[in-house]
T-cell receptor, first 111, second 116 residues
Framework: EDQVTQSPEALRLQEGESSSLNCSYT??????LFWYRQDPGKGPEFLFT???AGEEKEKERLKATLTKKESFLHITAPKPEDSATYLC????????????FGKGTLLTVNP | DTGVSQDPRHKITKRGQNVTFRCDPI?????LYWYRQTLGQGPEFLTY????????KSRLLSDRFSAERPKGSFSTLEIQRTEQGDSAMYLC??????????????FGQGTRLTVV
C-alpha cells in the first residue's frame, strides 16, 4: 500500500526566511509525485508533478525536487500570502488514477 | 467560472438522513474523482469515473455510499443513512486524459458535511 509522510506537521516562518518541507514516500512503481496547496475551507490547488529522481520544478518562490525516497518543497523568501497547507501525494503502480495524500504541512509566514 | 463546481458548499443533516452532493467538472474533462477529507488529514480517494464508467472504488466507499455520472457529465455522490463519522469535506476533482499523467487534477471547493 502506498504511504506518504510529510514533515514537519506545522512550520512557522518570518517573511523572507527560506525553508523546506519534506515528503517521504513508499510506493510500488512511482507514476508521479504531486504537490498541492490548500487554503482553509478550499479545495487543493495543483502546484507541481515530478516523475523521476533528480527532477526539479519551479514556480515563483517554490521549488520542488525528487529523490527515490522523498521530495522537498523549497520555499525561498516566503511572503505572508504563501501561508497555507501544502499537500504531497503519490500515484503508484497499483492505480493509474488514485492519488495517496500525506497529512500536509501547515505553513504560516508572519510579516 | 470554468473550474470544478460543487453544490452545496455546506450541508448539515441529522443522523440517519440521506444526502446527495453534486459535482460539475471542467467541461472538457472526461475523468472525475471523489475524495473525502477530515480535519488535519489529507484527502482520501473514494471513487473514479472515466466518462460515465465507474472504474475504481475505494474500500472506504461502504454500501451506504453510491456515486453516479450519467452521460459522463456531472456526478452525484449519495450517502444513505448518514452517521456522525461521515462528517467531512467531500471533494470532487476532474482531469482530462491528456493531463491525467501529469496529475493535474483540478479540485472543486468541496462540500462540507456535518452530521448531527
Amino acid at each position: 500500500e502506498d504511504q506518504v509522510t510529510q514533515s514537519p506537521e506545522a512550520l512557522r516562518l518570518q517573511e523572507g526566511e527560506s525553508s523546506s518541507l519534506n515528503c517521504s514516500y513508499t510506493v510500488s512503481g512511482l507514476r508521479g509525485l504531486f504537490w498541492y496547496r490548500q487554503d482553509p475551507g478550499k479545495g487543493p490547488e495543483f502546484l507541481f508533478t515530478l516523475y523521476s529522481a533528480g527532477e526539479e520544478k519551479e514556480k515563483e518562490r517554490l521549488k520542488a525536487t525528487l529523490t527515490k525516497k522523498e521530495s522537498f518543497l523549497h520555499i525561498t523568501a516566503p511572503k505572508p500570502e504563501d501561508s497555507a497547507t501544502y499537500l504531497c501525494a503519490v500515484r503508484g503502480g497499483g492505480s493509474n488514477y488514485k492519488l495517496t495524500f500525506g497529512k500536509g504541512t501547515l505553513l504560516t509566514v508572519n510579516p | 467560472d470554468t473550474g470544478v463546481s460543487q453544490d452545496p458548499r455546506h450541508k448539515i443533516t441529522k443522523r440517519g438522513q440521506n444526502v446527495t452532493f453534486r459535482c460539475d467538472p471542467i467541461s472538457e474533462h472526461n475523468r472525475l474523482y471523489w475524495y473525502r477529507q477530515t480535519l488535519g488529514q489529507g484527502p482520501e480517494f473514494l471513487t473514479y469515473f472515466q466518462n460515465e464508467a465507474q472504474l475504481e472504488k475505494s474500500r472506504l466507499l461502504s454500501d451506504r455510499f453510491s456515486a453516479e455520472r450519467p452521460k459522463g457529465s456531472f456526478s452525484t455522490l449519495e450517502i444513505q443513512r448518514t452517521e456522525q463519522g461521515d462528517s467531512a469535506m467531500y471533494l470532487c476533482a476532474s482531469s482530462s486524459s491528456g493531463t491525467a499523467r501529469r496529475g493535474e487534477a483540478f479540485f472543486g471547493q468541496g462540500t462540507r458535511l456535518t452530521v448531527v
